[in-house]
């Protein structure tokens, strides 16, 4: 397996987002014997022996499951919860997060104090400082990720976009009426915004020294976003406040909106993502992923059924802590003692929070697993991703009740363990080697859309 | 390779160069290297100079000759700032990345001070992340505390008053669509209070920017975006039409006219909900209440200083046009009055006190709390009753039984009744208003 066509490789899991974490540098722990030029034959014999050595840590990666022996009538489904195997000429190669949440820590404290000091202009230092440990601390196949961006660009393009969001936000407030035309031109210009962010993004990034590209045109993310204009103009016609005075009809499409958000949740999410998959490379090799819509629908069909079940346990653990607090404190209760009330607030509220996360951790991981197991990077790599619900809902309720617990002080250690379980859960199967991906040109870019999709919260994370 | 053999070789100075060339074998930096023009990895030594590096291919052959892969000088090779334990990253001239976790060896090798990577520096020095942690907490506290109050006053006050025309129009819409009823006052009692405030509105240098508007709904006045002021016949009812009670919170309400509160509010939360995301932008999936817990406890703050700010406002108001503070005082313990006799009744009732009575009767909530309120919808008609007793018949409910009011006022003083005028704030205030007024 030695002629691979044009170049390929991939970043696997979140390349665009990177994520926390220093660590010791395994440089030297892939001893890849791939030297010599003339090796074009020696490949095989290696590579073989290679893929039978990777077979442990694949079958550690993996606890040996196979997707075609999963569950669902519908195979592309399994992919949303197993990872693919592998073939016989492929080797795992898992990623690895060897950042430490005390490394991060004191990057993040260093660069906050400076953002906080300088009245947030050092933040694009911080935005820069901070994915750099994410990126360098992500590593896959002997190499790890670098983040190129350089901070005068990214500070004018916060300033712009920063004052656009003021004026937005002042004007919103004071002026309810005005709010839904200014949504809507933001949902115009969303597009637009997201080429550009994601092109900004993806051309900072780099692997092997070797930058990623996203190529999508305005005309792709229009095909994935149209259904926000759809929501913004419904909001224009129809404004979504329920009003008792007004007539049924009225208040019936009232709720267009809101329909029409719920009816293409899916879609926007699902396309998102494949805007990014099916638009990008690696250097000169075209990344593709090919999820079908559908999958998106079932995922967010089965959460709703998930929401409901999640709400129902939620409602009986809040009121199986409440009920027996306020009738052991019944006469407490009566006189309105404060902190019993801050108590029982807390108490009817939290089983709520908790529902809330594990429901986002359940689309979420079903989403990523849905889309990375059916992309490609070149010919010869696959993305595998195996990341599971239980524990991202874990992760996401301990780093809420650690950071609440800390005043803030375990936002580092909650990132990095973040990152780490979503880096790791990810690995690339690769058939012969790298070497064959050439670089391609660094395209021009701008970081003002990026800014303003910071600001308007467009959120186009992997 | 080690961090010895490289430094001696920087520190032999001119004999440097020749040493390396005469001495071919494994010494040198370990590194991986990446030339810029595919994604193959090459394992590579490093053989720094004062000079110039070379570039050795690491092979698998035993005997294999070296392979020089590049050759360039010192100076043209860029080595990137540290970031905790990441491999420093040299970026050669043509484009080509050698990538080295020996961080010793390259920092000796090109005789990196301090002063060239001083974040990293920083980042690395225990005494520099606690300055950072203290300075962090005290820039917060220090925001929290004056900044943010501050410059939103600062911007409020430079805001034309017409900006907040529309959403006191939209406010004013909102809650008489849901809590108000048209007012039962009589004519006669309208224009009695409105020639109070006419008054009061004049002497405040207000006129003609503030409207007063009666509704009917539990004790209260509102101050509205825009300049309305809402006066509830509830309130009157409570102050038995007394004319001065009624001023006095008329004038802490043109209080928060004139200090543009509402404008002030507005400013105050959007700028503590951009820190606190801003801080908490680097953890996905962490629940809203994360951050939305300090923004609510920070505006509660700003809230209670904008009273603090109406009422002193209120205290000079009265005495301009003849009044006193003292009014202010008895206007407070009115209602103070009232909320015990609510906790009275409660207590005495079987089903305790409904929950929602904490947050309902604040003289001037900010509008937004007012949709809580709904649930007064629900709200049973033994509830009514026993409320109407205490806002329309309040002396008569409360009479003869001064030792349980005097003991519950005592409780709620210590700080463990959540009634909203009983809190030992509203002690404070109306301590404040006596003081003012002798």
């Given at each position: ?213 996203f190529e999508g045109k305005l005309r792709e993310a229009i095909i994935a976003l ?237 | ?132 942690l203290i300075g962090l907490f005290g820039a917060l506290y220090a925001a929290y ?294």
């Amino acid at each position: 397996m030695t002629s691979s066509l044009p170049p390929d490789l991939a970043p696997p899991s979140d390349p665009l987002v990177p994520v926390p974490a220093p660590a010791p540098t395994p440089l030297s722990l892939i001893p890849e014997p791939l030297a010599k030029p003339a090796s074009d034959s020696v490949g095989e014999g290696a590579a073989e022996q290679l893929s039978e050595k990777r077979a442990a840590s694949y079958a550690a990666f993996l606890g040996d499951q196979r997707a075609e022996q999963g569950a669902e009538p519908n195979p592309e489904n399994n992919l949303m919860v197993l990872a693919p195997s592998a073939r016989g000429n492929e080797r795992i190669e898992a990623f690895q997060f060897t950042g430490t949440a005390g490394d991060y820590f004191r990057v993040w404290i260093v660069n906050t104090f400076l953002v906080i000091a300088t009245l947030g202009l050092w933040s694009p230092w911080a935005k820069i400082r901070k994915r750099r440990f994410f990126l360098r601390n992500t590593w896959v196949a002997g190499a790890n990720f670098e983040f190129h961006a350089s901070p005068w660009p990214i500070l004018r393009g916060r300033l712009i976009a920063g004052a656009a969001f003021a004026i937005y936000w002042f004007s919103g407030q004071l002026n309810p009426a005005y709010a839904p035309w200014i949504a809507l031109v933001i949902a115009l210009a969303a597009p637009w915004l997201v080429v550009s962010s994601l092109r900004f993004n993806l051309a900072n990034t780099s692997y092997r020294n070797l930058r990623f590209s996203f190529e999508g045109k305005l005309r792709e993310a229009i095909i994935a976003l149209w259904p926000i204009w759809m929501v913004a103009i419904s909001t224009v016609l129809y404004p979504p406040v329920f009003n008792e005075r007004g007539s049924l009809a009225r208040n019936a499409l009232s709720g267009l909106a809101y329909v029409i958000f719920i009816a293409f949740y899916p879609y926007l999410h699902g396309k998102m993502r494949l805007l990014v998959l099916n638009h990008s490379r690696y250097g000169h090799a075209p990344i593709a992923c090919t999820t079908r819509l559908r999958t998106f629908y079932t995922i967010y069909g089965r959460g709703v059924l998930v929401a409901i079940a999640l709400y129902i346990g939620a409602a009986i653990a809040a009121i199986a802590l409440v009920a027996p607090l306020s009738a052991l404190f019944a006469s407490a209760l009566a006189s309105m003692n404060r902190a019993l009330l801050v108590v029982l607030i807390v108490a009817g509220t939290l089983p709520f929070a908790m529902a809330g996360l594990t429901w986002y951790a359940f689309t979420q991981t079903r989403l990523i697993n849905a889309t990375f197991n059916l992309t490609t990077i070149s010919t010869n790599i696959r993305v595998f991703s195996k990341i599971t619900t239980g524990a991202m809902a874990k992760l996401y309720i301990v780093n809420t009740l650690a950071v609440i617990g800390t005043l803030g002080l375990a936002i580092p250690w909650a990132a990095v363990r973040t990152a780490k379980q979503r880096v790791e859960t990810t690995a690339l199967a690769v058939s012969g080697d790298f070497d064959d991906i050439i670089a391609d040109a660094v395209p021009d870019t701008s970081a003002t859309a990026d800014a303003a999709t910071e600001f308007f919260s467009l959120d186009i994370a992997l | 390779m080690n961090a010895t053999s490289s430094s001696a070789e920087t520190n032999g100075a001119n004999g440097a160069e020749s040493a390396a060339a005469a001495v071919p074998t494994p010494s040198g930096i370990s590194a991986t290297w990446f030339d810029g023009k595919t994604a193959r990895r090459q394992l590579v030594r490093l053989q720094i100079s004062s000079r110039t590096i070379a570039v050795v291919e690491v092979t698998n052959d035993v005997a294999g000759a070296e392979k020089v892969i590049a050759h360039v000088p010192r100076d043209l090779v860029r080595v990137s700032e540290r970031i905790a334990n990441t491999p420093y990253r040299l970026q050669f001239p043509d484009g080509a990345l050698a990538i080295s976790d020996d961080h010793c060896s390259i920092e000796a090798s090109f005789q990196l001070s301090p002063r060239t990577h001083w974040l990293s520096r920083m980042e690395r020095a225990s005494w520099a992340v606690v300055i950072a942690l203290i300075g962090l907490f005290g820039a917060l506290y220090a925001a929290y505390e004056f900044a943010i109050p501050r410059v939103a006053a600062a911007v409020a006050e430079r805001v034309p008053r017409a900006a907040e025309a529309t959403l006191g129009e939209t406010t004013f819409e909102t809650l008489d669509g849901r809590m108000f009823t048209p007012t039962k006052l009589n004519a006669a009692q309208q224009s009695q209070i409105a020639d109070e405030f006419q008054k009061l509105a004049k002497a405040a240098g207000l006129e003609g920017e503030v409207t007063l508007k009666f509704r009917a709904m539990q004790p209260n006045a509102l101050a509205i975006p825009g300049g309305t002021i809402v006066v509830t016949d509830g309130l009157v009812k409570l102050f038995k039409d007394d004319t001065r009670m009624v001023s006095a919170v008329l004038a802490h309400e043109l209080g928060h006219v004139h200090h543009r509160h509402s404008l002030k509010h507005l400013l105050e939360g959007s700028v503590s909900a951009l820190i606190v995301g801003a801080l908490a932008g680097d953890v996905s999936g962490v629940s809203a209440m994360v951050t939305a817990a300090p923004v609510i406890l920070s505006t509660l703050k700003y809230t209670r200083e904008s009273e603090r700010e109406a009422d002193q406002y209120a205290f000079e108001l009265l005495r301009k046009v003849g009044r006193s503070p003292q009014d202010f005082a008895d206007a407070m313990q009115r209602l103070e009055l009232m909320e015990l006799c609510f906790a009275l009744q409660a207590k005495s009732t079987p089903g305790g006190a409904d929950a929602s009575t904490a947050d309902e009767f604040d003289i001037d909530p900010d509008t937004e709390d007012r949709s809580r309120s709904d649930a007064r919808k629900q709200r049973n008609a033994t509830t009514q009753a026993r409320r109407a007793a205490c806002i329309e018949g309040l002396d008569q409910t409360i009479a003869g039984r001064e030792t349980e009011i005097t003991q519950l006022r005592k409780q709620s003083r210590e700080g463990r009744t959540g009634y909203m005028h009983t809190h030992p704030v509203t002690g404070e205030r109306i301590r404040a208003a006596e003081s003012a007024g002798k």
